[in-house]
T-cell receptor, first 118, second 113 residues
Framework: GAVVSQHPSWVICKSGTSVKIECRSLDFQATTMFWYRQFPKQSLMLMATSNEGSKATYEQGVEKDKFLINHASLTLSTLTVTSAHPEDSSFYIC??????????????FGSGTQLSVL | GENVEQHPSTLSVQEGDSAVIKCTYSDSASNYFPWYKQELGKRPQLIIDIRSNVGEKKDQRIAVTLNKTAKHFSLHITETQPEDSAVYFCAASRGSTLGRLYFGRGTQLTVWP
């Protein structure tokens, strides 16, 4: 299957600082990427849809100014957690949609980023 | 929005037995239902998916069934092996192109040798 790379795999930061997470589609172009958040032993919660060349679409309850998303190219989306606090500590994971014939697209996930805010 | 319920939350089976995980969804417009396997600290891996125009799909030891009327779909794993042990997530999505996925809460499957 297609490869989605996510960096960093883990990051520790101080409260109040900002952290940027990158999601890259390595061997295909992804006009749409998605960002999820996963707490320990819980499900993946969709945070936002990242669209290349346009503003991201955020799910209800997700703060736009807190979680900045930029999708500047067909292979890269970034999630910036601004002014991070301990409650932002979580596993963040992206996914990218590989284009195909209508009804045959696939989603592939990045390897995830474990964020710990001290 | 879509609400996906998944049961059971934990499932233990003996090697060689079958395992069944069930999910229900709320949005009748949902038309794509993938299943993901996630090992601890790893990314979710797509293991099988089904679209609303079919009722069943099989891939070797794995099968998925879909009942659109009842809005539920199930994952069936036959001849389970210890390496099948992982967390399994069902998900639902709507739209003519693959869109936002809404996940169930996951099932921790343990296969005992």
């Amino acid at each position: 299957g297609a490869v989605v790379s996510q960096h960093p795999s883990w990051v520790i930061c101080k409260s109040g600082t900002s952290v940027k997470i990158e999601c890259r589609s390595l061997d295909f172009q992804a006009t749409t990427m998605f960002w999820y958040r996963q707490f320990p032993k819980q499900s993946l919660m969709l945070m936002a849809t990242s669209n290349e060349g346009s503003k991201a679409t955020y799910e209800q309850g997700v703060e736009k100014d807190k979680f900045l998303i930029n999708h500047a190219s067909l292979t890269l989306s970034t999630l910036t957690v601004t002014s991070a606090h301990p409650e932002d500590s979580s596993f963040y994971i992206c996914s990218a949609r590989e284009a195909g014939t209508v009804g045959n697209e696939k989603l592939f996930f990045g390897s995830g980023t474990q964020l710990s805010v001290l | 929005g879509e609400n996906v319920e998944q049961h059971p939350s934990t499932l233990s089976v003996q090697e060689g037995d079958s395992a069944v995980i069930k999910c229900t969804y709320s949005d009748s417009a949902s038309n794509y239902f993938p299943w993901y396997k996630q090992e601890l600290g790893k990314r979710p891996q797509l293991i099988i998916d089904i679209r609303s125009n079919v009722g069943e799909k099989k891939d070797q030891r794995i099968a998925v069934t879909l009942n659109k009327t009842a809005k539920h779909f199930s994952l069936h794993i036959t001849e389970t092996q210890p390496e099948d042990s992982a967390v399994y997530f069902c998900a639902a999505s709507r739209g003519s192109t693959l869109g936002r996925l809404y996940f169930g809460r996951g099932t921790q499957l343990t296969v005992w040798p």
